[in-house]
């Protein structure tokens, strides 16, 4: 538990923020929907599982006892990357330890007492099970393996709502997709998914169309639909991703350079998963400051808050709230209504009484806490 502490304690002093506002935005109940799983794996677990799995540390050209120092370069990426590309290089080492059951039970529960330890009330966290099945596992599996470990760090953080977005990969075949979509509908309800998405490189795979038939087989699933888009590719990427008709998209930060799509997003009620701090790290912007966030929010664009990757980008979601506010400067009430905005979207439309629970949660602090109603 001293992860949860230190990370706590960090947040306390996040940007230079006064303590009453950081005090704030701990207790602010906050739902976050862009998370992914495999770029959140602890430092100090990685370095359990790596002394537990000697062929991985011999195949990364690792030492088996490497200390959390040592793998730091591993699972964080560096603050400036040349490119979406190198960013994701930070996803290698976690993907190679998280191929058995036992792996990836634990850093889903882990991951949920995270979250809740910043406030977190609901979170989506989204992986791709494809890529955890070479130890011998099913997608079914692996998708179980993640729901139990959920499960877990739900019953040890109350009040921490988490459900699942299986993703498949643009550099996968199509039948992987289908077969992940396959595997996520079969799954939804009992195993906790919600969702499915479409990530990955896009420099590469910039079509995802290619993988039409995957998402419809979720739609007709019942799964809501998201799609990564606009971290290459500028504003026409992230148009590319209305193709395949999604409730939300996950980045798409560049559509604030094109007023047409602007007003797309905004006619469509398109949601975007916003990360900032991930952004910059993935060579969007130059600065933070740059940051579109702001014009997207005042443009009346449909969007929320969220870290991406709290191990990749070293980053909390506290933390990334407090940028939002002190260096994108975001008000509390815009930060808030973004926060509850997020409620709406999540994809629980067969869990309303869940949603329902949240939006009385909300409404309750925000009748406390007037400041963020301003």
């Avoid at 990426?77 to 330890?97: N, S, V």
């Avoid at 998708?143 to 498949?168: D, K, N, Q, T």
């Avoid at 443009?299 to 991406?308: C, H, Q, R, W």
């Avoid at 999540?346 to 007037?370: G, H, I, T």
Wanted: hydrophobic share 50%; glycine share 8%.
């Amino acid at each position: 538990m001293s992860g949860h502490s230190d990370a706590i304690a960090a947040d306390r002093l996040a940007d230079g923020l006064d303590a009453a506002t950081v005090d704030l935005l701990v207790r602010m109940p906050k739902a976050e929907l862009h998370l992914h799983l495999d770029g959140s794996l602890r430092r100090a677990t990685a370095v359990e599982l790596l002394a537990e799995r000697p062929a991985v540390a011999e195949a990364l050209g690792l030492p088996r006892r490497a200390d959390a120092d040592t793998l730091r370069s591993r699972l964080v990426a560096p603050e400036r990357c040349a490119d979406q590309a190198e960013l994701l290089r930070a996803f290698d080492l976690p993907i190679a330890l998280l191929q058995d059951r036992e792996a990836l039970e634990r850093i889903a529960a882990e991951l949920v007492e995270d979250v809740a330890a910043d406030g977190t009330c609901y979170a989506e966290v989204r992986w791709a099970p494809a890529l955890h099945v070479a130890g011998g596992l099913s997608l079914g599996e692996v998708i179980a393996a993640v729901a139990a470990g959920a499960r877990r760090g739900m019953a040890a953080a109350p009040g921490c709502e988490v459900r699942l977005i299986a993703v498949a990969l643009r550099s996968h075949p199509p039948e992987t997709s289908r077969a992940v979509a396959e595997a996520a509908v079969a799954a939804a309800g009992a195993e906790l998914v919600v969702g499915f998405d479409l990530a990955g490189r896009e420099a590469d795979f910039p079509d995802p169309l290619l993988h039409g038939d995957a998402f419809e087989i979720a739609r007709a699933g019942g799964l809501g639909i998201t799609v990564h888009a606009g971290e290459w590719g500028g504003p026409a990427q992230v148009r590319r991703g209305l193709a395949v008709k999604p409730a939300r998209i996950a980045h798409g930060a560049p559509a604030a350079d094109d007023p047409s799509l602007v007003a797309d997003l905004i006619a469509r009620g398109v949601t975007l998963d916003l990360c900032p701090t991930s952004n910059l790290q993935a060579g969007l912007v130059e600065r933070l400051s740059d940051h579109p966030l702001p014009r997207l929010v005042r443009a009346g664009v449909p969007v929320t808050l969220s870290t991406d990757d709290r191990t990749v980008s070293d980053l909390t979601l506290v933390r990334e709230y407090a940028r939002a506010h002190t260096t994108l400067g975001l008000s509390l009430a815009e930060l808030w209504r973004l926060d509850r905005h997020a409620l709406e979207v999540a994809f629980l439309a067969r869990d309303e009484p869940l949603r329902a629970r949240l939006r009385q949660a909300f409404d309750a602090f925000a009748a406390e806490a007037p400041v963020v109603l301003a």
